[in-house]
């Protein structure tokens, strides 16, 4: 068990280390930058964006996602598919709630039974 | 061959400790069998009275509140505690490691761990029972679930273990097919059983976890009133139903697909004909599995969504119906001149084809947002699930039980009381639920206490069908137990069938199999092998 961890493990030089925290904290910086500005809509993708960028770098070179085996990623990547289906199709819902569409159809037949019930 | 004094899984180890400490997936799977079969007759029992009080208009020996109750705990019974461990941690704990040739599964600690957690589970909800029986529906719907004084948090909370032990079981299955497969066994030599075991596991862990969260979140609403389900607090009703369905709709399939994989098995040996279309079998095991994460709107069309949500969630409905349909007519196609034998396995199997194919298409009825606003809450629904989950899976379920039987407990049961057996089931079955069908379409809503006159012979109709399918199975459980003392012994082989599992005596010994396990042959490979007296044969 220990041989077989051991054979996977993967020694990055210190200087890697450190460049990645070096642009985790340039990203946290931009982060805050741009929270001064105003991009509408798109506040939340850009926000995202970044935070997406750094939650990979983590996972890649922190948590060795890059030099493991590549089932792990597929994983990762999976959950995260589904995770965004389960919250996107929901969004289906809950963005649109109100919005009904409007009546396209017209009336077949205006003598039809049904209609002179009504007169 | 193996003397009838042999050793195997049952009488190696003795005492009730060897049995509760087991590490031994045999054993676990037959305490997994244990456990849902009582919860099957638990459940079984609350149906009898529902359709015993709906025999007449009005009240006839329950009040209403009792009904609400007991239509409440007959589907959670039947869901959590039977239907989706009975295929799975039951039967599939069995055969998956006999099925590939392995001697258990990969992690034996947390098999034990997964029976003792679905135990935990199934006192908490029983307890639900005593203290205050839920009321809620087996859906457990906010606002409603949120403000009833009944036993919602004990139910909940044994709803949320249970799943614990399904996740358990899941995680352990995909390490056992990736891991554990004997040499020469690739995927697609494996039997169809073991993909559809495998597809099952997939949507296990994936959908578990959601049922988890939501169930803790009504607990937190009720205990704390967290807001998130109340729209006086800013929170949306309607958001439980797409966090229950996220889970609930993938569970449909937890309990058809292992079901699905019973009915490749018993097609294929009792027609003794080679699979049709083995790995479109295998896909679309795995498509099902995909498809089913993306359509669980279909069950709120009226619920409030949005009207673009539900136009999409219809759309992606239609699409389970092509590898639910690829599978049938592969079923079809493999009997198709094949060496039919009509064993009571059999029987089942083709039961369910016929059952399923009608809860299939009322499927896609209902998955048509315009039929489905004119049927939802109907009895038309109710007879839809019961003919895909009851005629679907319960009854793949059984013709998997009689089909292993032989081989779980070495003995045979009485062959013409299982016919009759099968026979009464099917008949009950559609005088039962086919009924409903009719109930539905002509306005009479489910889970109604009283109803209009006009309903009451169609419903009396019903409530007849359930005596005649309780009968099926008061006799089923009375030849069973009979052959578990009286039975004749049984062959290793007694269906000629070309899996690994048949290879090895019956009962198996303790690791399954003596010695190296040789694979010389698919498991479907009915044209080149033959077993004759319980030898595998080059024809």
Known sequence: MTENVHSHHHILPLSLYFTIAGILFVLTGITVGVSYYDFGSFNIVVALTIAVIKGSLVALYFMHLRYDNKLYGAILVLSLVFLSIFIGLTMIDTLYRGEIQPIEGSVINENAIIYEQNK | ?539
Not at chain 2, 56 to 64: H, W
Not at chain 2, 256 to 285: D, N, R, W
Not at chain 2, 322 to 338: D, E, H, L, Q, R
Not at chain 2, 488 to 506: F, V
């Open chain 2, 1 to 539: 061959m193996s003397s009838s004094a042999s050793v195997n899984y049952l009488n190696e180890f003795k005492g009730i400790k060897s049995w509760l400490f087991t590490l031994d997936h045999k054993r676990i799977g037959v305490m997994y069998l244990f456990g849902v079969m009582i919860s099957f007759l638990l459940g079984g029992v609350f149906a009898v009275v529902i359709r015993l009080e709906l025999l007449n208009p009005g009240m006839d020996f329950i009040t209403a509140d009792t009904y609400n109750q007991m239509f409440t705990l007959h589907g959670a019974v039947m869901i959590f505690l039977f239907i989706i461990p009975a295929i799975p941690a039951a039967l599939g704990n069995f055969v998956l490691p006999l099925m590939i040739g392995a001697k258990d599964v990969a992690f034996p600690r947390l098999n034990l761990a997964s029976w003792y957690i679905y135990v935990i589970g199934a006192v908490f909800a029983l307890y639900s029972i005593v203290a205050g029986a839920v009321d809620t529906g087996w859906t457990f719907y906010a606002p409603y679930s949120t403000t009833t004084s009944t036993s919602v948090i004990s139910m909940t909370l044994g709803a949320f273990t249970l799943g614990f032990s399904s996740i358990f079981t899941g995680v352990n299955f995909i390490a056992t097919v990736h891991k554990l497969r004997t040499p020469g066994m690739t995927w697609f030599k494996m039997p169809l059983m073991v993909w559809a075991l495998y597809a099952t596991a997939v949507i296990q862990i994936l959908a578990t976890p959601v049922l988890g969260i939501t169930l803790v979140l009504l607990i937190l609403e009720r205990a704390f009133g967290i807001g998130i389900f109340d729209a006086a607090m800013g929170g949306d009703p309607v958001l439980f139903q797409h966090f229950f369905w996220f889970y609930s709709h993938p569970a449909v399939y937890i309990m058809v697909l292992p079901g699905m994989g019973i009915i490749s098995e018993l097609i294929a040996t009792f027609s003794q004909k080679k699979i049709f279309g083995y790995k479109l079998i295998a896909y679309s095991s795995m498509a099902i599995a995909l498809i089913s994460f993306l359509v669980w709107g279909h069950h709120m069309f009226t619920s409030g969504q949005s009207e673009l949500a539900s136009v999409v969630f219809s759309f992606l409905t239609f699409f389970v119906g092509i590898p639910s349909g690829v599978k049938m007519f592969n079923w079809m196609a493999t009997m198709y001149k094949g060496r039919i034998k009509l064993d009571s396995p059999m029987l089942w199997a083709m039961s369910f084809m016929f059952l399923f194919a009608i809860g299939g298409f009322t499927g896609i009825m209902l998955g048509a947002i315009s039929i489905d606003i004119h049927m939802h809450d109907t009895y038309f629904v109710v007879a839809h699930f019961h003919y895909t989950m009851m005629g679907g899976t319960v009854i793949a379920f059984f013709g998997g039980l009689h089909y292993w039987w032989p081989k779980i407990w070495g003995r045979m049961y009485n062959e013409t009381l299982a016919k009759i057996s099968v026979f009464l089931v099917f008949i009950g079955f559609n005088m039962t639920f086919f009924t409903q069908f009719f109930l539905g379409s002509q306005g009479m809503p489910r889970r109604y206490y009283n109803y209009l006159d006009k309903f009451q012979p169609l419903h009396a109709f019903s409530s007849y069908g359930s005596w005649v399918l309780a009968a099926g199975f008061v006799l089923m459980a009375y030849y069973l137990i009979h052959s578990l003392y009286k039975g004749e012994k049984a062959p290793n082989n007694p269906w000629g069938a070309l899996s690994l599992e048949w290879q090895t005596q019956s009962p198996p010994v303790h690791h399954n199999f003596e010695g190296e396990v040789v694979l010389d042959h698919d498991p479907y490979d009915y044209d080149t092998r033959m077993v004759i007296d319980d030898k595998l044969i080059k024809k």
